[in-house]
């Protein structure tokens, strides 16, 4: 598995080795003596989650102020934008994001670490999203920023109006929102 840090470094691309033929492909999803080389430390997955969203549907940009949660995410069926946004006020990069095409296709996987906020925009017909966690799900401690904050100048790639929540309608500015130390 080939594992490539992305502009802001904590964040990290996956690309699996698929071997494939014409009866299908096979790779490891997940290795986790691989993935801890690759992120520097010791990471314990407490919970998987998976969510189905039609094209246009923008999820986030999601975080737990406390129980935060580092995320590996990937797709497997469809195509997704995916962000992640650094908010830790001790960063040189807080406030920057970067992203990644993740799509059942090319099975690539983007580890978002604790202190990000985190999104992603459906560019499919649907899409079927999978991640790892490693925090439990603490909505009392959930935050949303909104996803299309002038400070942070994400380049969603498109020009539809995107489907939200109503949480994330909601979402907070970076300059407003609670922030990582």
Not at 14 to 39: C, I, M, T, Y
Not at 154 to 162: G, H, K, L, Y
């Amino acid at each position: 598995m080939k594992a490539t840090p992305l502009a802001i470094p904590d964040v990290i691309l996956f690309e699996p080795k698929v071997f494939g033929d014409d009866r299908g492909f096979f790779f490891e999803s997940f290795n986790q003596l691989r993935f801890e080389e690759a992120v520097g430390r010791k990471v314990d997955f407490v919970q998987d989650n998976h969510s189905k969203s039609a094209r246009h549907v923008l999820r986030g940009l999601h975080y737990q102020i406390q129980q935060a949660q580092g995320k590996l995410v990937r797709v497997v069926q469809g195509e997704v934008f995916d962000v992640a946004v650094d908010i830790r006020r001790s960063s040189p990069t807080c406030g920057q994001w970067v992203g990644a095409h993740l799509s059942g296709e090319n099975k690539h996987q983007l580890w978002i670490p604790e202190g990000f906020a985190h999104g992603f925009l459906v560019l499919s017909e649907s899409a079927e999203f999978l991640y790892k966690t490693t925090n439990y799900y603490a909505p009392a401690h959930e935050r949303s920023i909104v996803w299309n904050d002038p400070d942070i100048g994400i380049q969603w790639p498109t020009d539809a109006v995107p489907l939200l929540s109503g949480k994330d309608q909601a979402g907070a500015l970076l300059k407003n929102a609670d922030l990582f130390d």
